[in-house]
Structures are given as C-alpha cells and as structure tokens.
C-alpha cells in the first residue's frame, strides 16, 4: 500500500524558511515521480515542484524558483521541499503526491496517490 505523510508545517514570517518532509512507502522510489503541490481555499490545486529521483530531473513554478528546493534521501524514503524566502502567497495546505512513471508531471491530475496535506501560513 502506497503511504505518504508529510510534516514539516507550521507558521512562519515573510522571509523565513521551512522545510517539509514527505515520508513514502509502499512503493520503490526510483520508479516514480514524486511532487509537491498546494492549495488555498477556493483555488485550484497547483503545482509547486516535482521530481523524479532515478534520473535527478525537476519541476518548479515560477513563482517558486530560486525560493524552493526539492530533494530526495532514497535512503529513507523521503522527499523534502525546502522553502525559503517565504511569502504570504506562499500560505497553502501543501501536499505530497506520487505517480507510477518514467517522466514528471506538474498537474495535479497527474499524480494519484496523496498525502493528507501540510498546512503552511507565511505571515506578513
């Protein structure tokens, strides 16, 4: 069974960083494509970043780059998403996602096994 758990929320002021963890199980990290996303009420989900650990490729929105870092310690199963210079735009539930393939995606739709989401609030 696919399990992932993401930690590493909390609240922060603008300019101030966090660093949220994704725990995975149940699958083989290498054959898939791992990614960040977020989403405020009354928004659609988006994209933050994506990636796949096997061949070291990545997604960021623009709105993150240069801001955020995603890694991964295969080791251990996990994902990490470092943010700094955070914004108040930056205030979301994040959530971690995983899909079965050999390319990374950055839509949402994409992704089918999730976490129950991480709640993040930049203040200003």
């Known amino acids: 069974e696919v399990q992932l758990v993401e930690s590493g929320g909390g609240l922060v002021q603008a300019g101030g960083s966090l660093r949220l963890s994704c725990a995975a199980s149940?699958?083989?990290?290498?054959?898939?494509?791992i990614g960040w996303f977020r989403q405020v009420p009354g928004k659609e989900r988006e994209g933050v970043s994506c990636?796949?650990?096997?061949?070291?490729?990545?997604y960021y929105a623009d709105s993150v780059k240069g801001r955020f870092t995603i890694s991964s310690d295969n080791a251990n199963n996990t994902v990490y998403l470092q943010m700094n210079s955070l914004k108040p735009e930056d205030t979301a539930v994040y959530y971690c996602?995983?899909?079965?393939?050999?390319?990374?995606?950055?839509?949402?739709?994409?992704?089918?096994?999730w976490g129950q989401g991480t709640q993040v609030t930049v203040s200003s």
């Open positions: 149940g699958f083989t990290f290498d054959d898939y494509a």
């Open positions: 996602a995983a899909r079965f393939t050999s390319t990374i995606y950055s839509s949402p739709s994409q992704y089918n096994y």
């Open positions: 990636m796949r650990s096997s061949d070291g490729s990545t």
